[in-house]
């Protein structure tokens, strides 16, 4: 963890590149210090059909969640999803000034008695810190 799942309506498909927000997202966990990096994750989930607010097709979303691990104090949490959230904002400010846009985020915290993982990820990153 963490895992970070983008949801966004296919019609920003011509007005954002994706790539470049899932990079984004990425780089601005990783300038937290709170999230392992071996375990953070970013995908993004292209919504063919959609319906927003009156229905205009020219309206556009992106909404993100992010599901973390038990253990984080309620202060970091809120330090840390902000500055995601900025960084991500920030690199959209144009889709806001160009179009009719929405933008959301949404930290969820996994309950570790209900939360299976496997990860060889770590190691690697181990060896490869270790020998350059």
Known sequence: ???FTIEYSANLDHRVDIGAVCEIVRKAAVE?????????????IRCEHYAV???????????????????RDLATRQK???HVFEALSK?????????KFALS?????NDKDT??????IHDALKV???HG
């Open 1 to 3: 963890m963490p895992h």
């Open 32 to 44: 937290t210090g709170i999230f392992p990096l071996g375990g953070i994750r970013v995908r993004a």
């Open 53 to 71: 607010a009156d229905n205009r097709h020219d309206y556009g979303f992106l909404d993100m969640v992010l599901r973390i691990g038990e253990g």
């Open 80 to 82: 840390a999803g902000e």
């Open 91 to 99: 690199h959209l400010d144009p889709v806001f000034a160009a179009s």
């Open 105 to 109: 985020f949404d930290m969820q915290i």
């Open 115 to 120: 939360s299976w993982k496997r990860n060889n």
């Open 128 to 130: 490869v810190a270790a």
